[in-house]
């Protein structure tokens, strides 16, 4: 059979305007009119990879601002992208020094000392280029469906002397003149005009450039043929908002895909997108988002961590970011600080801007005084340098590593398996076939470790093991019997390598982790108190917990100790190998907690779990 067509949807064009506020220090209008001065007689900025100069523009509804925009520029590769950020990083530092020239301090948007802070309130615009209107239809309809976890990701806060405020986004909490977005059925234009008269009627606003996500551009912005996403705060680096960039444009491709095979977005209902919305502003990546359960109306509301929300996204749009052929270092700053957030017992993570200005402020309290900031935004080497990166590797440098070697996998992709279905196979279909039901099977335990997909040890007839998501995402429905929680662990405990939902639990927030443990951990006399680590399955407490999952199916190992033997716990059970009989160890709880007289303790909890008679083994 031949090769047909081969499709794959290349990378647009797009515009980011690149947004910073002016200081300047005791003047009540003094930004406004410095703001005035130096767009009447703007510094020359230099050209970008397309050769297009960059310009500098400002906006009547945030005087205080400034904007300094690429044009349209192409994101396509790396090498492309590395010169896209040096050029912009040199603009944004030239009008930095034209700015200190005339009195003023640029600085990052959110500054609490200025006499209206609101007038200094920005996004960095990211204006998509679409060929079509069905492709405008789909993108803008792609981005409103993850506005929460971009708000939540990309969120700034006012910060000041005294630190940075708590929440999400300072922005949008204060906006009058900027909305959810609608749905869009369709871009003709009786359809977008149906749109305007929905937005007079709830919002007393007829533009369509009023949504968070502009079908028809942004005029001022010189992008009246793009679509214009605007829920990106304007961020303090340029590093910042390049991977922005490279969001913007992976999902740009993904409705490309969308459009070619004639698929749509699904409307996720507008009273659900406005509640996490506003969650997202009031709360940034702390925030709980509920979940569409549309077509399961029977089920109560369950929510998920914005954190959650932002990985999986992330990890959706993983094959786009491979096609542009990103980088590690280009997303660290996206993936590595949420991953880590997420997966790792150690808190002080950051994983945005609003976290990074206040690690900055943790660790050096004059670390925000503008002339510090201004002095950064003055280096193009300082804008263009990944900050969230160099913290966290101050926080922790060995979960920093690890989670580098993690995404350095994940934008390898798997392996390309060779397709063996159009080979000529013998036809053996009527051969006598021995019967091997009997025979002794291979000890394959080897294979299952090397190949630890859920597949991996799938045998015919019987459906593929859960995954750690499905596992407790079925745990989750109310008033689920005991046996289907122990069905639904047994099949989990089918899946070939370690089993450990210690990650899986902390992307679910607190709530709703603490209710899931109390549904996994058996009754009390199934559970064991372990004072120390344990030698060998033969220790008397292992032996106790292996004897209760032979009689009861399931039975717990606690460990309450000082926080620094949490790892002497993993370390035993690790060395002690697979637990006899087929019975499967599970890791539910690894963390620290503060008792009495702030002495820190540690808490190891790991299941047994007995396979079922006959089977599971």
């Given at each position: 059979?031949?090769?047909?067509?081969?499709?794959?949807?290349?990378?647009?064009?797009?515009?980011?305007?690149?947004?910073?506020?002016?200081?300047?220090?005791?003047?009540?209008?003094?930004?406004?009119?410095?703001?005035?001065?130096?767009?009447?007689?703007?510094?020359?900025?230099?050209?970008?990879?397309?050769?297009?100069?960059?310009?500098?523009?400002?906006?009547?509804?945030?005087?205080?601002?400034?904007?300094?925009?690429?044009?349209?520029?192409?994101?396509?590769?790396?090498?492309?992208?590395?010169?896209?950020?040096?050029?912009?990083?040199?603009?944004?530092?030239?009008?930095?020094?034209?700015?200190?020239?005339?009195?003023?301090?640029?600085?990052?948007?959110?500054?609490?000392?200025?006499?209206?802070?609101?007038?200094?309130?920005?996004?960095?615009?990211?204006?998509?280029?679409?060929?079509?209107?069905?492709?405008?239809?789909?993108?803008?309809?792609?981005?409103?469906?993850?506005?929460?976890?971009?708000?939540?990701?990309?969120?700034?806060?006012?910060?000041?002397?005294?630190?940075?405020?708590?929440?999400?986004?300072?922005?949008?909490?204060?906006?009058?003149?900027?909305?959810?977005?609608?749905?869009?059925?369709?871009?003709?234009?009786?359809?977008?005009?149906r749109v305007r008269t929905r937005l007079r009627q709830e919002e007393r606003v007829g533009r369509l450039e009023v949504m968070d996500v502009s079908p028809l551009g942004m005029p001022e912005a010189h992008a009246g043929e793009d679509v214009t996403v605007r829920l990106f705060d304007a961020q303090v680096t340029v590093a910042g908002t390049l991977a922005h960039?490279?969001?913007?444009?992976?999902?740009?491709?993904?409705?490309?895909?969308?459009?070619?095979?004639?698929?749509?977005?699904?409307?996720?209902?507008?009273?659900?997108?406005?509640?996490?919305?506003?969650?997202?502003?009031?709360?940034?990546?702390?925030?709980?988002?509920?979940?569409?359960?549309?077509?399961?109306?029977e089920e109560p509301p369950r929510t998920q961590s914005a954190g959650r929300a932002v990985r999986t996204l992330l990890s959706e749009l993983l094959p786009y970011l491979r096609q542009l052929d990103a980088t590690t270092d280009e997303l660290a700053s996206l993936f590595l600080g949420v991953e880590m957030a997420g997966s790792a017992a150690a808190s002080g993570?950051?994983?945005?801007?609003?976290?990074?200005?206040?690690?900055?402020?943790?660790?050096?309290?004059?670390?925000?005084?503008?002339?510090?900031?201004?002095?950064?935004?003055?280096?193009?080497?300082?804008?263009?340098?990944?900050?969230?990166?160099?913290?966290?590797?101050?926080?922790?440098?060995?979960?920093?590593?690890?989670?580098?070697?993690?995404?350095?996998?994940?934008?390898?992709?798997?392996?390309?398996?060779?397709?063996?279905?159009?080979?000529?196979?013998?036809?053996?279909?009527?051969?006598?076939?021995?019967?091997?039901?009997?025979?002794?099977?291979?000890?394959?335990?080897?294979?299952?470790?090397?190949?630890?997909?859920?597949?991996?040890?799938?045998?015919?007839?019987?459906?593929?093991?859960?995954?750690?998501?499905?596992?407790?995402?079925?745990?989750?429905?109310?008033?689920?019997?005991?046996?289907?929680?122990?069905?639904?662990?047994?099949?989990?405990?089918?899946?070939?390598?370690?089993?450990?939902?210690?990650?899986?639990?902390?992307?679910?927030?607190?709530?709703?982790?603490?209710?899931?443990?109390?549904?996994?951990?058996?009754?009390?006399?199934?559970?064991?108190?372990?004072?120390?680590?344990?030698?060998?399955?033969?220790?008397?407490?292992?032996?106790?917990?292996?004897?209760?999952?032979?009689?009861?199916?399931?039975?717990?190992?606690?460990?309450?100790?000082?926080?620094?033997?949490?790892?002497?716990?993993?370390?035993?059970?690790?060395?002690?190998?697979?637990?006899?009989?087929?019975?499967?160890?599970?890791?539910?709880?690894?963390?620290?907690?503060?008792?009495?007289?702030?002495?820190?303790?540690?808490?190891?909890?790991?299941?047994?779990?007995?396979?079922?008679?006959?089977?599971?083994?």
């Amino acid at each position: 059979m031949a090769l047909v067509a081969l499709y794959r949807s290349a990378p647009l064009r797009q515009r980011i305007s690149k947004g910073y506020s002016v200081y300047v220090p005791g003047h009540g209008r003094g930004a406004e009119e410095l703001v005035g001065s130096l767009l009447a007689g703007p510094p020359p900025l230099p050209a970008g990879p397309s050769g297009q100069p960059h310009t500098v523009r400002g906006s009547a509804r945030a005087r205080g601002a400034l904007w300094v925009d690429t044009g349209r520029v192409s994101l396509h590769d790396p090498a492309t992208r590395a010169r896209t950020a040096e050029a912009l990083a040199v603009s944004v530092a030239r009008v930095a020094a034209d700015v200190r020239r005339r009195g003023g301090l640029l600085l990052p948007t959110g500054w609490q000392q200025q006499p209206d802070p609101l007038a200094g309130l920005c996004a960095d615009l990211h204006s998509a280029e679409v060929l079509n209107p069905v492709q405008r239809e789909v993108f803008t309809n792609l981005v409103r469906e993850h506005t929460a976890s971009l708000i939540a990701l990309g969120g700034r806060q006012l910060y000041g002397p005294g630190g940075v405020a708590p929440g999400g986004s300072a922005r949008l909490s204060r906006s009058f003149d900027q909305v959810s977005t609608r749905y869009l059925d369709s871009c003709a234009p009786e359809h977008l005009e149906r749109v305007r008269t929905r937005l007079r009627q709830e919002e007393r606003v007829g533009r369509l450039e009023v949504m968070d996500v502009s079908p028809l551009g942004m005029p001022e912005a010189h992008a009246g043929e793009d679509v214009t996403v605007r829920l990106f705060d304007a961020q303090v680096t340029v590093a910042g908002t390049l991977a922005h960039a490279l969001l913007v444009q992976a999902l740009s491709m993904w409705s490309r895909d969308l459009e070619r095979t004639g698929r749509r977005v699904r409307q996720v209902p507008q009273f659900l997108l406005e509640q996490n919305r506003a969650r997202a502003v009031a709360h940034g990546l702390a925030a709980e988002l509920r979940v569409d359960q549309t077509r399961r109306t029977e089920e109560p509301p369950r929510t998920q961590s914005a954190g959650r929300a932002v990985r999986t996204l992330l990890s959706e749009l993983l094959p786009y970011l491979r096609q542009l052929d990103a980088t590690t270092d280009e997303l660290a700053s996206l993936f590595l600080g949420v991953e880590m957030a997420g997966s790792a017992a150690a808190s002080g993570f950051v994983r945005n801007e609003n976290d990074l200005l206040a690690h900055w402020h943790r660790e050096d309290r004059t670390a925000l005084a503008p002339e510090r900031l201004a002095q950064g935004l003055a280096t193009p080497d300082w804008l263009t340098a990944d900050h969230c990166g160099a913290s966290n590797r101050t926080v922790g440098h060995g979960s920093w590593a690890a989670a580098r070697v993690w995404l350095t996998d994940r934008l390898a992709g798997p392996a390309p398996q060779p397709d063996r279905r159009h080979e000529a196979q013998p036809d053996r279909r009527h051969e006598a076939q021995p019967d091997r039901r009997h025979e002794a099977q291979p000890d394959r335990r080897h294979e299952a470790q090397r190949d630890r997909r859920p597949e991996a040890r799938r045998e015919p007839g019987r459906p593929a093991p859960l995954t750690a998501d499905q596992l407790l995402d079925r745990l989750a429905r109310p008033d689920l019997p005991a046996p289907e929680v122990m069905d639904a662990l047994r099949s989990y405990c089918r899946a070939g390598g370690t089993l450990d939902l210690t990650r899986p639990l902390r992307s679910r927030g607190r709530d709703e982790a603490r209710a899931l443990r109390r549904v996994l951990r058996p009754r009390a006399g199934q559970r064991v108190r372990c004072e120390k680590p344990p030698v060998s399955w033969d220790d008397a407490t292992a032996t106790r917990a292996l004897r209760a999952a032979g009689e009861q199916g399931v039975a717990l190992m606690h460990w309450d100790l000082p926080a620094q033997d949490r790892a002497r716990v993993r370390e035993a059970l690790r060395g002690m190998g697979r637990a006899p009989g087929g019975v499967r160890t599970v890791l539910l709880t690894d963390t620290n907690y503060t008792a009495r007289e702030d002495e820190k303790r540690g808490t190891v909890e790991v299941l047994l779990v007995a396979p079922r008679e006959g089977t599971d083994r």
